[in-house]
């Protein structure tokens, strides 16, 4: 496809909860790089957790994968879209999903054994609010400096949050009442193999280049287009963090 049409497609193509199949084989990334395994974190804790409350689950689809899920589970999702979308997914589960519009967690003191996020936003003290007293918070997060090749690229600031990264995060729980028990910390490569994926990316990533429209950036992108077109990859570097926290 040329310019116009990739544009084209990556402003329209639908996208639904965080299915990330819509990438596959457009945008690559080294996922064997990442020294650990999410799922394989939370699965590991899923035995000994009577609750469980799982932070900005998109559609739903990686806490669905989990089953059999604690007895009581519930699930926020502060994305409107996808609130429907989840809740037809794991309503039949036995999960309850919220929608959110702020850091405050709809729930009482101590509600939960155990709880997770996966690049979603929390607030430590919320989650310390929520989480019982032996209870156990684990997440993955995107870390400020992911793909900041796309904002040089185009000539755009850098993210506002390009501070976030595991010291800071471990530091916000730390003085939010937790013990940080397990951390770690990557790069990892990727690449965008035509523009069309880079357009979806950004358009359903509005944070990381505020502001994005096609003119503001045109010229940059032509000359994104012309490299992808003629064989060569954009490629850039994600990056993760991982921890695992208690109440102190």
């Not at 639904?16 to 945008?27: E, H, L, P, S, T």
């Not at 990892?188 to 505020?210: N, S």
């Not at 003119?215 to 695992?244: Q, S």
């Amino acid at each position: 496809m040329g310019f116009d049409e990739l544009i084209a497609e990556g402003l329209t193509k639908p996208f639904v909860g965080w299915d990330m199949g819509v990438f596959r084989g457009r945008f690559t990334e080294n996922a064997h790089a990442v020294p650990w395994s999410y799922e394989k974190l939370v699965r590991e804790r899923l035995p000994g957790a009577a609750s469980l409350l799982d932070l900005g689950t998109g559609g739903g689809e990686l806490l669905a994968s989990l089953a059999p899920l604690p007895p009581r589970t519930a699930a926020t999702e502060g994305y409107e879209p996808n609130v429907p979308v989840a809740r037809e997914r794991l309503e039949p589960l036995g999960v309850e999903v919220t929608e959110v519009t702020d850091d405050r967690l709809p729930f009482p003191d101590g509600s939960f054994s155990l709880v997770t996020s996966r690049h979603a936003a929390y607030d430590a003290r919320e989650l310390r609010r929520v989480l019982t007293a032996d209870g156990v918070f684990v997440t993955q997060q995107v870390g400020g400096r992911d793909v900041e090749e796309i904002n040089e690229a185009l000539g755009a600031p850098p993210h506002g949050y390009r501070g976030f990264d595991l010291a800071s995060a471990a530091g916000e729980l730390t003085a939010a009442g937790f013990d940080v028990v397990w951390q770690a910390e990557c790069r990892v490569p990727a690449a965008f193999h035509d523009l069309g994926a880079l357009v979806l990316f950004l358009r359903i990533t509005p944070w990381h280049v505020p502001g994005f429209t096609v003119d503001r950036y045109e010229a940059a992108l032509r000359a994104l287009h012309e490299r992808m077109a003629g064989g060569e990859p954009f490629r850039v570097t994600c990056h993760r963090f991982a921890l695992i926290a208690r109440p102190s």
